[in-house]
Structures are given as C-alpha cells and as structure tokens.
C-alpha cells in the first residue's frame, strides 16, 4: 500500500483549447492510454463522503485506489492488483487487500461495491518549471470532455502558477469537478 497527497488544480477546456494547448506543448505528439473503472454502492455510499474508488488500468498494470477528500487537495491510497483481484472485484465486490478495507471501513458501508462504468484518457504530461502540465481526453458514459490538469508541491505557489497559465492561454477559470466526480453525477442521472 502507499499513500500519497495529490494537489492540483484543473480546468475544463473546449475542444478548441484543448487543441490548442496540445499544439503548444505536446511538439512530439506523444500521449499515454489509460482507463478507469469505477466503484461504489448502489446509493453511492462512498461519493456521498466525497470519497472515490477506481481501478486505474495501464499498460503497466492494474492499481485500486481510493481518493479522499483531505484540506489542500485528495488523500489517495493505492494497491496494485493482480487481474483475479480486479476480476474479484468486478464479479463480486470483493477487495482482498487488507489494508484497503482498513481504509474503507471509516465510511461503513452497508452494501457491497459494484462496477459503475468506464472511463477511458488519452493523456500528455510536460513538466513545466511550476509543477506538472497535463492535458486529458476522457470518454465515459456518451461523453467526451476535455481537461487541463496541473499537479503542484505546494498549494499557494502552485495556484498563482495555475492562474497565470491559464492567463497566457487565453483560457476563462471554470469550475471544474474531478473526473471522478463528473462520471458519478452523469451515472447518477441514469439511475
């Protein structure tokens, strides 16, 4: 198990700024696939604590983590999987990490896990000189979105850093929810 802070900042783009903003930094034209598959209860016991459960699928492997809300950005907690572990999962709602389920139990949850949907990124990171550039292409659902994410050491600095990037793009602030977060209000709406 490790456990890391996650703080960043993020924005939605239109399709024209995502573009945009892929021309600009992405000069090798390289990016890297990946997929998420989300978890909770039927009544969404986890979101309604603001928490999140996903199995990350790369080319490297298979990784569960949980996300939760924390002041300055997401605690996550993250277990690498065997594919009978996400097999389990996806069949049955069962975790057989004990240290996940240690971290679940704050939130006693009264009915089993489920698979929720899909949630494929093609994503391009740059380090940039203020923290991490990255710049996603997410379909889930019967949507497409477009987002810029940037992943900072600290807080204040990082979202000066953030401000004045979006600044130099011509890009307006948008209030912008965690993939996460917009994959669970759009299933949400075909319960």
């Known amino acids: ?18 573009t945009k903003l892929m021309k600009r930094y992405n000069t090798s034209g390289s990016s890297v696939w990946q997929a998420n598959d989300y978890f909770d ?8 604590h603001g928490a999140a459960l996903r199995i ?10 949980l996300k939760e809300p924390q002041d300055d950005g997401l605690l996550e907690t993250h277990v690498s999987l065997s594919e009978q572990e996400a097999e389990d999962l996806f069949q ?16 006693h949850l009264t009915t089993s896990l489920e698979h929720l949907g899909r949630l494929e990124t093609e994503r391009f990171e740059k380090q940039l000189e203020s923290g991490l550039l990255v710049l996603d292409q997410s379909t889930y659902l019967g949507t ?31 209030e912008t929810k965690n993939k996460i977060v917009r ?9």
């Open 144 to 174: 497409t979105d477009y987002e810029l994410e940037f992943e900072v050491t600290d807080y204040a600095t990082g979202k000066l850093s953030f401000e004045e990037l979006l600044q130099t793009n011509d890009i307006p602030v948008r």
């Open 56 to 65: 990350r699928e790369k080319k490297t492997g298979l990784v569960l983590t």
């Open 41 to 48: 209860t039927p009544t969404f016991e986890l979101r309604s």
């Open 1 to 18: 198990m490790r456990q890391e802070m996650e703080i960043e900042f993020k924005n939605l783009l239109n399709e024209s700024e995502y």
């Open 92 to 107: 049955y709602g069962l975790i057989h990490s004990a240290e996940m389920n240690q971290q679940l139990e704050k939130f």
């Open 183 to 191: 994959f669970m209000d759009r299933k949400a709406l075909t319960r």
